[in-house]
């Protein structure tokens, strides 16, 4: 491929999470604004996931390979005399030594790839947008009976909901923004700005939104954002967010939710990846 991309470092350190907070931050929002980056991000994915496609094939063949090599060498054979303990020579030799070592390395670099991948493919198969309990906010607010400040209030924060019903999640975020610098304390609000951030790809963001309101027992919608806290630590794929994911994971499946399904289902793939 003769396609030179620029980024492709900067790229490869956010898709490891390599990055610092400041550094992510920046990178998520250029990724937000510049289309040209994007486009860039996008086709080193797809590059990624085509080569994740043919992994498993290539790894069983390096496998075959390596042991055919050690099987021409004897490195099987039962006649193989081992040494006393006196004796102190090794019980293979060093060619051996490095292929058997070469193969371990293959194995484990391979079962890390395809954990990695695993994770961030567990979000992809289960995130949809939120469209469980929209119907029920949205006919909240639209009720009837209150006047004044708290019907204003209403009003402000049903546009802003409206927008992200309609797909239009960058105005919706900005709307939920200057909503919340008045009412900061309006969780139903935290929670849409979080799931916003999800859909604009700034998934980091989206975890300062909702894992508070995840741990809030007394918030009317806690279920929705355990379950979205937990896709969310699963695409960042680091080994403290997938510890993070499990727990919350656990604490969603207590009780009965719309959620506790896919829950259930999630859970066991978690364990078959342990």
Not at 74 to 97: C, H, L, Q
Not at 181 to 186: A, G, I, K, R, S
Request: glycine fraction near 4%; proline fraction near 2%.
């Amino acid at each position: 491929m003769n396609k030179e991309w620029k980024n492709l470092a900067l790229i490869e350190a956010w898709l490891k999470g390599n990055l610092n907070e400041k550094d992510k931050q920046s990178f998520e929002d250029r990724l937000q604004n510049d289309s040209a980056f994007a486009n860039e991000v996008n086709e080193i994915k797809s590059v990624i996931a085509g080569i994740r496609e043919k992994k498993e094939i290539e790894i069983r063949d390096l496998v075959k390979s390596a042991e055919s090599e050690l099987r021409s060498e004897g490195y099987f054979e039962e006649t193989i005399k081992i040494p006393s303990v006196a004796d102190k020579k090794p019980i293979i030799n060093s060619r051996w030594m490095m292929i058997a070592a070469s193969l371990l390395l293959l194995i484990s670099a391979a079962y890390f790839w395809n954990a990695k991948a695993d994770d961030n493919n567990l979000f992809e198969k289960n995130y949809v947008v939120e469209n469980k309990i929209l119907p029920e906010v949205m006919g909240r607010l639209e009720a009837k009976g209150l006047a004044g400040n708290e019907a204003a209030k209403k009003e402000q924060l049903l546009n802003a909901i409206k927008r992200y019903n309609n797909k239009d999640y960058k105005k919706s975020k900005v709307a939920l923004q200057k909503f919340i610098l008045n009412f900061p304390n309006e969780e139903t609000a935290l929670l849409y700005l979080g799931l916003c951030e999800i859909e604009l790809g700034n998934i980091h963001s989206a975890i300062k939104f909702l894992v508070p309101l995840a741990n809030d027992s007394g918030f009317k919608y806690q279920k929705t954002a355990q379950w979205y806290s937990v896709l969310c630590y699963l695409k960042e794929g680091k080994t403290k967010d997938f510890d993070a994911a499990e727990q919350l994971l656990n604490q969603l499946l207590k009780t009965e939710s719309e959620y506790y399904k896919k829950g259930v289902e999630l859970k066991n793939k978690l364990k078959s990846l342990e």
